[in-house]
């Protein structure tokens, strides 16, 4: 069976550091992972995507790897800010399991 | 592009009673799931729709959920009765095909039952 884990659940860090989000899975037989950010009382929003073909995606400051070797993703984000205050969630398919989350808050 | 929309946000609703949910996903967008997201975890799927059928429903408790999508567009999540542990938030995502494209989800309902 599937199990996501994500490492830590909680990070503060301040402003303008870069910083690493981890994502493990126990089932290296996925789709694709995806990334998203959810605000407090919102829906989730898509940061990435990644085919299990592919090794890594690029947007703006923000930068996913995938090792399906391993079981590992990880989310690196460049130059943080305040607004990247956020919990940050991934997810497998074709499964649809998600991590816990990552609760991030960067300090002005 | 107009986002996932769902209604009402919020529902407060004693237990034993029934509520139901909406969602209405992106234009075009042939599948659509239905999530359910307790307090400090993450999404659970309960349902994934494939234009009116149903792809997968394993974890949905079918003793008191049920969920359509008439005409491969809308969709409603329906409880009844509803328990004390089925506060939560219910998430409702689409995606133009299958698992291989990206989700697109929804605000949420949070419904809270007393």
């Known amino acids: 069976k599937q199990e996501v884990t994500q490492i830590p659940a909680a990070l503060s860090v301040p402003e303008g550091e870069n910083l690493v989000l981890n994502c493990s899975f126990t089932?290296?037989?996925?789709?694709?992972l995806q990334w998203f950010r959810q605000d407090p009382g919102k829906g989730l929003t898509s940061l990435l995507l990644?085919?299990?073909?592919?090794r890594e995606q690029t947007s703006g400051r923000l930068n996913a790897s995938l090792d399906k070797s391993s079981g590992r993703s990880t989310l690196y984000i460049a130059a943080s800010q305040p607004g990247d205050s956020a919990t940050y969630l991934c997810a497998v398919k074709p499964q649809y399991i998600f991590g816990t989350g990552t609760r991030l808050k960067v300090l002005a | 592009e107009a986002g996932v929309a769902q209604s009402p946000r919020y529902k407060i609703i004693e237990k034993r009673q029934s509520v139901a949910f909406w969602c209405n996903p992106i234009s075009g967008h042939a599948t659509l799931y239905w999530y359910q997201q307790i307090l400090g975890q993450g999404p659970k799927l309960l349902i994934q729709?494939?234009?009116?059928?149903?792809?997968?429903d394993s974890q949905l408790p079918k003793d008191r959920f049920s969920a359509e999508r008439l005409k491969g567009v809308d969709s409603t999540l329906k409880i009844q009765p509803a328990k004390l542990e089925d506060s939560a938030v219910y998430l409702c995502a689409s995606s133009l095909t299958d698992s291989s494209y990206e989700q697109y989800f929804g605000p949420g309902t949070r419904l809270t039952v007393t």
């Open positions: 729709f494939q234009n009116n059928g149903v792809v997968d």
């Open positions: 089932d290296s037989a996925i789709y694709n």
């Open positions: 990644i085919q299990s073909s592919q």
